[in-house]
């Protein structure tokens, strides 16, 4: 166990050059060693979407990674999103999952932010339903989903405006 | 600025918002001072043995490894905690944070390791040794109900915890006159909040201060503080509940880690943080619900009510829960049973039984989500029977607006709200005739179509005249608010109260700027601080609105009067011609101004602007105490359609209408709804703790355990019924849980219309595919 490795990689634009053990979940170096502490681990098994970062543009568990699997990866989260991380300056998904009640605890938040990024990067989302089968890997249990639908839907208007 | 401006009812965007969407809120794993110290727990894997020997040698070689504790090393540390109560027939059960001498759940914690990390703590859990001896289970609650049966807490004498008995009228009688008679033995299966977060703690002590400061997941960080005092006998305890993911019930209770890491801090002189994984979530933290209900109603042949008959056995584990005791959730069964309806002659009777699995405690909606699926089940059977709609049997049997203040069966009493009006108004929106007819349509053709109504009543914002949980020796009836507008002109308000999703730093800075006069994003609102103000319970029971809010009233009026009488002297006017709006006091139709900030000035800094003896500090501490607290009500139409061959139940269509009172924030309000009958959705359908015979928990991960996704919920619409409450300050009423307690009462009566035509009666909840199944198998036999 006392093996460590070194890895390099790029976490919201900043390299980082780190030695961690091979056993370290992502989501805990993450959290630990750079003290992004944003992502959130809700189960620790795969199943909850709390911990969903972005891994070279593609939407990913963190608990289901070792730290050493993302050498020479490229990884949002939710602290990318805003201009410079700063509370004064959402994104516009993050303006919207404000206007509408789409958080209560935010403890779900990060994880339903990035895969809400994910899937306006990737999928037309042309109905709620789409939006719905693409959040159904993320479990909230404050706000019966209601208002992060709408949330989901408002942005993916905002981003027909932006590509008009 | 003539006019104040109208911030209570607004859809004001939240004020934690920013932190909590930018990944900068601050939940307890988020903090790891220099230092900390990480705690894994080696836990019972039996549900009933006797303890004969712990070796722990090998653990303490491993690396990183600080400190192995069993019970044995905590005497002389800790008292244990034990919730008394004022009922006759209670039982407590002392709670030790360390298994001493047998277990009583899987799940239970016995050895706690202690090391320089989690990954380490976790690795020497393997080079702990525990030899069991195990004792026979008690898993069943009827056959540990029995004389005979073996006791999971021997000086209790029984397993049978608590019993208690409601009586009004003459039952028998009655129920032998009843036209109509309609009965069934029911069965609501265990639930567990499974709030996202899981619980974590962190203990750090100073030696120098004899202080010991905990972060803690919790609801209740005011009430951990008084028995962490009392307990450990420590001078000051500090107890903040930072950002909280979610509680549901879940954390509101007292817990064995989270007083072990208060004992190991001290101890140790090092913080102490434990964080628990998902498994340990799912069998060690409270769980909910549990009944089995046979009950049986009486009408005339009208359909009125006559007579009413309850024996609930609760399953409420191995342990009777700090503070709330094992009465909390089966007592509000049999107390909340008749519901909103006239009901002469009662008898309910309730013994909360003991069994060898993690213990009950509060999970949104407490008692009331069985009471309401037993009722509402009962008023369609009987509807069936008579050859009404379930919409006109409701009707006919609501207490009625000439009625109130009236007084239930069990002594509950409803102060005034609209039982009537929010069937009728969820049936408009729901277009109840409209979604008949279609139902019609798509059962002649073959589809399995069901709708299903439930109506009930509860009691929220709850004053000290009543217990919280029948019995139950702390006082939870009162919150205190402290506002201060500070020497920069800032303005904050202290409270006793733990948000932990619900938004009150934005519906608590809501009352205080409208009170006050203040800008809304100019409130700053303290809560889950134990230092805070001198007394606070917390956040549960659909409390907070109602008493932080009306405390918060109190406090921001008598404040604005400080702040008039303050201005006047700049002003050179009557305390009388001032107003208060926005942050300013001035004189209506002149250019007479002052700003909070200039006022703050004059009054701390600049000495001799106001006259000294007339000089008044601007604060303000008030309590309130609603004495009874008030009436919510609520009323929910739902419509499943049932796939025929896979019986795959499917929530299509949902609607609320809710009489919360006077809605501070109408999107915050929604919100509540929605994320409550989700989890009343989950309840009815697919979440069930599963144990088997021998105690073990089958359903230990989110695999097993299955909450619903945005898949399963459907959009749920929401009508509000803006009455003020007669009975409280502010107007306000409690709405948190209420979509938890009406909606396994609605799917369950929309399942049971679905299969009408099979004779299939729906009894059970969950009602999954399976159950359908052996439903229909068992019929066909
Ligand atoms: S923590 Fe990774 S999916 Fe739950
Ligand atoms: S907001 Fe609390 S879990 Fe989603």
């Known amino acids: 166990m006392s093996a460590v490795m070194n890895i390099k990689l790029t976490v919201n634009g900043v390299v980082y050059e780190k030695t961690v053990e091979p056993r370290l979940l992502l989501v805990d170096f993450l959290r630990q060693d750079l003290h992004l502490t944003g992502t959130h681990a809700g189960c620790e098994h795969g199943v909850c979407g709390a911990c969903t970062i972005i891994v070279d543009g593609d939407s990913v568990r963190s608990c289901l990674m070792f730290a050493v699997q993302a050498d020479g990866c490229k990884i949002e989260t939710v602290e ?49 339903e789409e939006i719905r089968e693409g959040l159904s890997g993320n479990l909230c249990r404050c706000t019966g989903y209601e208002h992060i639908v709408q949330a989901v839907r408002t942005a993916v208007g905002q981003r027909e405006e932006s590509e008009k | 600025m003539q006019t104040r401006p109208k911030i209570i009812g607004t ?33 019972s894997d039996q549900s009933h043995a006797t303890i004969l020997s712990i070796d722990c040698s090998e653990a303490l070689k491993m690396p990183g490894v600080v400190a192995v504790l069993t019970a044995r090393d905590l005497e002389g540390l800790v008292k244990p905690v034990v919730a008394t109560s004022k009922m006759r027939d209670y039982h407590a059960t002392p709670i030790y944070p360390l298994a ?121 960080p005011g009430i951990i503080r008084d028995v962490l005092t009392d307990i450990l006998d420590l001078p000051t305890v500090r107890v903040v509940a930072p950002d909280v993911g979610g509680g549901f019930g879940g954390k509101a209770s007292v ?64 342990y009777s829960i700090y503070p709330w005791t094992a009465g909390l959730e089966p007592v509000q069964v049999v107390s909340f049973l008749p519901g909103p309806y006239r009901v002469a002659h009662y008898r309910g009777r309730v013994r909360a039984v003991a069994t060898s699995k993690p213990p009950t405690g509060p999970y949104r909606g407490v008692g009331r989500p069985t009471s309401t699926f037993v009722m509402e089940r009962l008023m369609d059977m009987a509807a069936q029977k008579l050859g009404l709609d379930p919409r006109e049997i409701r009707l006919l049997n609501f207490v009625s607006q000439e009625e109130f203040p009236y007084k239930t069966a069990s002594g509950i009493v409803w102060d005034r709200s609209g039982f009537t009006e929010c069937l009728t108004s969820a049936c408009a929106a729901f277009d109840y005739e409209g979604q008949r007819a279609a139902q019609a349509v798509a059962r002649a053709a073959g589809r399995w179509v069901g709708i299903g109504i439930a109506s009930y009543a509860e009691l929220t914002g709850i004053g000290s005249r009543i217990s919280a949980s029948p019995g139950m020796p702390i006082n939870t009836g009162t919150e205190t608010a402290t506002l201060k507008i500070d020497s920069t002109g800032a303005v904050t308000a202290a409270f006793g109260v733990a948000s932990h999703g619900q938004g009150l730093e934005t519906t608590l800075a809501q009352v205080v700027a409208e009170e006050l006069g203040a800008r809304l994003a100019a409130v700053t609102i303290i809560h889950g601080d134990s230092a805070a103000v001198p007394h ?175 898949v399963e919920i459907p959009s749920i619409g929401v009508s509000h019924l803006d009455t003020e409450s007669p009975s409280t300050v502010g107007g306000f009423r409690g709405m948190g849980e209420g979509g938890t307690i009406g909606a396994p009462a ?16 729906i009894d059970e909840l969950p009602v999954t595919p399976e159950r359908i199944f052996q439903l229909i198998k068992n019929k066909e036999k």
């Open chain 1, 80 to 128: 990318s999103l805003a201009r410079l991380g700063s509370v004064d300056s959402l994104n516009p998904l993050q303006e919207s999952f404000r206007s509408h009640h789409g958080l209560q605890c935010g403890f779900c938040t990060p994880g339903m932010l990035m895969t809400s990024t994910d899937l306006l990067k990737k999928y037309p989302l042309a109905t709620d």
């Open chain 2, 11 to 43: 859809a004001a965007k939240r004020l934690e918002d920013p932190r909590l969407l930018t990944g900068h809120g601050s939940y307890v794993d988020d903090k790891t001072p220099a230092g900390t110290l990480h705690v894994a727990f080696r836990r």
């Open chain 2, 100 to 220: 001493r001498d047998k277990v009583r759940y899987v799940g239970e914690p016995v050895v706690a390791i202690v090391a320089e990390s989690r990954y380490l703590a976790e690795d020497a859990l393997e080079g702990i040794a525990i030899e069991f001896d195990t004792l026979p289970n008690v898993v069943d609650p009827e056959q540990a109900a029995a004389p005979d049966a073996p006791l999971l807490h021997e000086d209790a004498g029984t397993n049978v915890i608590v019993r208690r008995e409601f009586l009004r009228g003459d039952v028998d009688l009655a129920m032998a006159a009843a036209a109509i008679r309609v009965n069934r033995r029911f069965r609501f299966h265990r639930k567990t909040p499974m709030a996202i977060e899981t619980r974590t703690y962190l203990a750090e002590y100073d030696q120098g201060r004899k202080s010991l400061q905990l972060h803690t997941t919790s609801q209740i």
């Open chain 2, 255 to 318: 817990y064995q880690e989270e007083i072990l890491v208060c004992i190991l801090a001290r101890k140790l002189g090092r913080p102490v943080k434990w964080t628990g994984d998902r498994l340990e979530d799912l069998s060690s933290t409270s769980q909910g619900f549990d009944e089995i209900v046979e009950a049986e109603l009486g009408l005339d042949e009208q359909g009125r009510i006559l007579a009413l008959t309850a024996e609930v056995v609760g399953d409420i584990g191995a």
């Open chain 2, 536 to 710: 606070g319970t917390g956040t549960y029971a659909s409390r907070s609105a109602v008493l932080a809010g009306g405390a918060a009233t109190l406090a921001a009026r008598a404040l604005r009067e400080k702040v008039e009488r303050m201005s006047a002297h700049l002003l050179g006017v009557t305390a009388a011609e001032v107003m208060v709006a926005d942050g300013f006091a001035f004189v209506p139709g002149s250019d007479k101004k002052i700003s909070f900030r200039e006022l703050a000035k004059a009054v701390y800094s600049e000495v001799g602007r106001i006259p000294a003896e007339a000089r008044e500090s601007l604060e303000e501490t008030k309590l309130y105490d609603p004495f009874f607290g008030t009436t919510t009500c609520s009323t929910h139409v739902t419509q499943v359609e049932i796939d025929p061959e896979t019986y795959v139940i499917k929530v299509q269509r949902y609607q609320v209408a809710e009489d919360c009172g006077r809605i501070i924030n109408p999107l915050i309000v929604a919100g509540q709804v929605h994320g409550a009958v989700a989890q009343g959705i989950g309840a009815a359908l697919f979440e069930e703790m599963v144990y088997d015979e021998m105690g073990q928990l089958l359903t230990a991960s989110l695999v097993d355990y299955l909450v619903p996704t945005a």
């Open chain 2, 746 to 761: 609605a799917i369950a009566n929309a399942v049971a219309d679905a299969l009408n035509h099979l004779n299939i009666l």
